[in-house]
Nanobody, 125 residues
Framework: QVQLVESGGGLVQAGGSLRLSCAAS????????MGWFRQAPGKEREFVAA????????AYADSVKGRFTISRDNAKNTVYLQMNSLKPEDTAVYYC??????????????????WGQGTQVTVSS
């Protein structure tokens, strides 16, 4: 079971940038498809971005395309989410996730095998 710890959240003005990091434990990080999800108060947890095991394929929610970039460094057991041009509607708790076995691109919650604890991102206007 992979352990995931997010960091990098905080308060930023609209139009600003943040980079989230997710550090994973274990010896087989490169075997997992990884993703980011977010949840705002009173709303369902929603998909944000995903990256395949080797980093060759990515996917994004329509709401963040062109603004967010997901990447991974398998040598460091870390996945990143670079968030640019932030909007108030991006305010949420952001969760790192690792896919179950054989998941190629992690875009839905049923495919998640492990969750991080979440990190708060607040975008002010």
């Amino acid at each position: 079971q992979v352990q995931l710890v997010e960091s990098g959240g905080g308060l930023v003005q609209a139009g600003g940038s943040l980079r989230l990091s997710c550090a994973a434990s274990g010896r087989t990080f490169s075997n997992y498809a990884m993703g980011w999800f977010r949840q705002a108060p009173g709303k369902e947890r929603e998909f944000v971005a995903a990256i395949s095991r080797g980093g060759g394929s990515t996917a994004y929610a329509d709401s963040v395309k062109g603004r967010f970039t997901i990447s991974r460094d398998n040598a460091k057991n870390t996945v990143y989410l670079q968030m640019n041009s932030l909007k108030p509607e991006d305010t949420a708790v952001y969760y790192c996730a690792a896919g179950k076995n054989r998941i190629a691109v992690l875009t839905t919650t049923p495919d998640v095998g492990s969750w991080g604890q979440g990190t708060q991102v607040t975008v002010s206007s």
